[in-house]
């Protein structure tokens, strides 16, 4: 089976979405989820992950090295089983891009609020299989509801380190529930 693929978007791909994609990819710890990340903007494209995000990460587990930014293309969203955006904006040019990925693009605030409504019990064993399930179920409770306010992050760059580790809470608060799901604990 293939692994369960969730992208990671925000506008620049050196703090918000480099931090969820290495914060995921460290709660699961596990090949049948792959975490990576892209921005809506280039013009970081091929740099290293924004030092206090990557001091974030490093303090929380997790493994900053050897990340290297990059834009957004058709081609990631498609190849995702889950889209989480840092803002409900990102969520819409993921959408205008790829109109087809609405039903599996959430922002990460939204997919944290959401995930407590589905009953876990209800999701098959398979981990991909499990994953494609809940993003349906989150996708079903959602119900065309629009993102509330709350659940944009907020964007560090440029901020000091509080503002970081604030973000990457929020961040932390709805990976490791995904990830505990996803693999099933």
Request: proline share 7%; charged share 25%.
């Amino acid at each position: 089976m293939p692994p369960f693929m969730v992208l990671h978007v925000c506008m620049g791909n050196i703090c918000r979405s480099p931090m969820a994609e290495r914060l995921l990819t460290s709660a699961l710890d596990s090949d049948e989820v792959l975490s990576h990340s892209a921005g809506t903007g280039g013009w970081h494209q091929g740099e290293e992950m924004n030092p206090p995000a990557a001091r974030q990460v490093r303090s929380r587990g997790g493994d900053p090295d050897g990340f290297s930014a990059r834009k957004l293309r058709a081609e990631h969203i498609d190849s995702a089983d889950l889209v989480l955006t840092a803002t409900a904006d990102q969520s819409e040019y993921v959408t205008a891009l790829r109109p087809d990925a609405a039903a599996k693009t959430f922002v990460l605030g939204e997919f944290g609020r959401l995930l407590k409504e589905v009953d876990q019990a209800t999701l098959p064993q398979p981990v991909y299989e499990r994953g494609l399930a809940l993003v349906r179920a989150l996708d079903s409770v959602r119900d065309g509801r629009p993102p509330e306010r709350g659940d944009d992050l907020d964007d560090p760059w440029g901020r000091g380190d509080q503002v970081f580790s604030r973000v990457a809470d929020e961040i932390q608060a709805t990976v490791v529930p995904l990830a505990k799901i996803l693999i099933g604990k």
